[in-house]
């Protein structure tokens, strides 16, 4: 079975302190995707970045960081200096390939993040 | 670049009406998926088709139904509507190029029903 943990609800910065958002995953398969989504208030899901079960190379990409550690099942997610435009609730999410085609996306509860001035 | 497409993006019904809800699919894009986000809730996947076909099915309820047509648009209809089907409800959808490699999913903007 698939599942992500989130285990922050909710977490309020002041604006320009850094945040890492924590996220958990359980799996059995040996590929999987893992991935960040932003979902601001207006409520499209904003992808922001993917990773494979194989490349555990962190990323940076301008404020946002990823911190991938397969011994630890963890992929977590760091914005620096945050924003007010930061604030949004911010899914970690598992996908592993379907049998019967395409790939199927298993969310965790989500982090409210508010940025606030 | 041509985006998931759905439609209608509000739509609002009372208690044991019908909705059909629409999605289509980035061109040459051959598997649809749709998720259903209550509020406060994460997105949960309900269906996928791959080449019109019904890949996956998760926590969907009998009073929904969904296919893929042969212009590989869905359509998602739902019976007898409940207040609890109120949420967002998105479609994504990929090109499943290799059965073995990820393929990734592009979501649309949502279609959020309100049942009255």
């Known amino acids: 079975a698939q599942k992500v943990t989130q285990a922050q609800t909710e977490i309020s910065v002041v604006e320009k302190e850094d945040v890492t958002l924590d996220c958990v995953y359980e799996t059995r398969d040996t590929t999987y995707y893992l991935f960040w989504y932003k979902q601001p208030p207006s409520g499209e899901l904003v992808f922001l970045i993917r990773?494979?079960?194989?490349?555990?190379q962190n990323e940076i990409s301008g404020r946002y960081s990823w911190n991938f550690q397969k011994s630890t099942s963890s992929f977590n997610f760091t914005i620096t200096a945050s924003q007010v435009v930061d604030s949004a609730v911010y899914f970690c999410a598992l996908s592993f390939i379907l049998t019967g085609g395409g790939n199927k996306l298993t969310f965790g509860t989500g982090t409210q993040l508010k940025v606030e001035l | 670049a041509a985006g998931v497409i759905q439609s209608p993006r509000h739509l609002i019904k009372e208690k044991r009406e019908t909705a059909t809800l629409k999605c289509y699919p980035i061109?040459?894009?051959?598997?649809v998926y749709w998720y259903q986000q209550g509020p406060g809730q994460d997105p949960q996947f309900l269906i996928s088709f791959y080449e019109k076909m019904q890949s996956d099915k998760g926590s969907i309820p009998d009073r929904f139904s969904a296919q893929q047509f042969s212009d590989y648009h869905s359509e998602l209809n739902m019976s007898s509507l409940e207040l609890g089907d109120s949420a967002l409800y998105f479609c994504?959808?990929?090109?499943?190029?290799?059965?073995?490699?990820?393929?990734?999913?592009?979501f649309g903007p949502g279609t959020r029903l309100t049942v009255l």
């Open positions: 061109p040459r894009h051959d598997t």
């Open positions: 994504a959808s990929s090109s499943n190029i290799a059965a073995t490699s990820y393929n990734e999913q592009f």
């Open positions: 990773r494979n079960s194989f490349d555990e």
